[in-house]
């Protein structure tokens, strides 16, 4: 059985082949699982996603398994606590920023029944529209992040290189 080809980026390390091959463009089912991947890409702003692979463990275990329920009721102590933990990004923003969207992601799913039916009856038309949207609803959203977490999550369609296996596969 041969090799399968993958989009350039994903080839250089081991972590970024895993993510590409099973996470990439895969449609997510839980708020939890929407959130986390949301708040690894605000952390990724400014880095490379490779950091954040190789932190997303420590991610998962200082953020409660991304419980939102958790997450939005952080205090100052943890705050303290996340702002010293060696395992994560240790951005004062970023660390807010999960805070409050984990509240937002509350509110989101006392209006809509869940995170993922927000995301879903969402009728944007361009990327333009989603981020007018994200930058209306949560914090630390940017046109990158919010095109990441849509490609990733699979509500917007992915361009694999010509030759990768995945090319014009994962669209909803």
């Given at each position: 059985m041969g090799e399968k080809t993958?989009?350039?980026?994903?080839?250089?390390?081991?972590?970024?082949t895993v993510y590409?091959?099973?996470?990439y463009g895969?449609?997510?089912?839980?708020?939890?699982d929407l959130f986390e991947r949301l708040m690894l890409e605000v952390n990724q702003?400014?880095?490379?996603?490779?950091t954040i692979l190789k932190k997303r463990d420590g991610?998962?275990?200082?953020?409660?398994g991304f419980d939102i329920d958790r997450v939005a009721d952080y205090g100052e102590s943890e705050r303290t606590r996340l702002l010293q933990d060696a395992n994560?990004?240790?951005?004062?923003?970023?660390?807010?920023?999960?805070?409050?969207?984990?509240?937002v992601v509350q509110s989101l799913r006392?209006?809509?029944?869940?995170?993922?039916?927000?995301?879903?009856?969402?009728?944007?038309?361009?990327?333009?529209?989603?981020?007018?949207?994200?930058?209306?609803?949560?914090?630390?959203?940017?046109?990158?992040?919010v095109n990441e977490f849509l490609m990733s999550t699979g509500?917007?369609?992915?361009t694999h290189d010509a030759g990768c296996w995945l090319n014009g596969k994962r669209a909803r």
């Amino acid at each position: 059985m041969g090799e399968k080809t993958r989009c350039a980026w994903a080839e250089s390390h081991p972590l970024l082949t895993v993510y590409h091959d099973e996470d990439y463009g895969v449609t997510l089912e839980t708020d939890a699982d929407l959130f986390e991947r949301l708040m690894l890409e605000v952390n990724q702003a400014g880095l490379s996603w490779l950091t954040i692979l190789k932190k997303r463990d420590g991610f998962r275990e200082a953020f409660d398994g991304f419980d939102i329920d958790r997450v939005a009721d952080y205090g100052e102590s943890e705050r303290t606590r996340l702002l010293q933990d060696a395992n994560i990004i240790r951005n004062r923003l970023k660390i807010n920023a999960a805070i409050h969207n984990a509240k937002v992601v509350q509110s989101l799913r006392d209006e809509h029944g869940s995170f993922k039916h927000w995301l879903d009856r969402q009728t944007c038309e361009s990327l333009e529209d989603w981020v007018k949207l994200f930058r209306a609803t949560f914090k630390f959203m940017g046109p990158e992040i919010v095109n990441e977490f849509l490609m990733s999550t699979g509500y917007i369609t992915i361009t694999h290189d010509a030759g990768c296996w995945l090319n014009g596969k994962r669209a909803r």
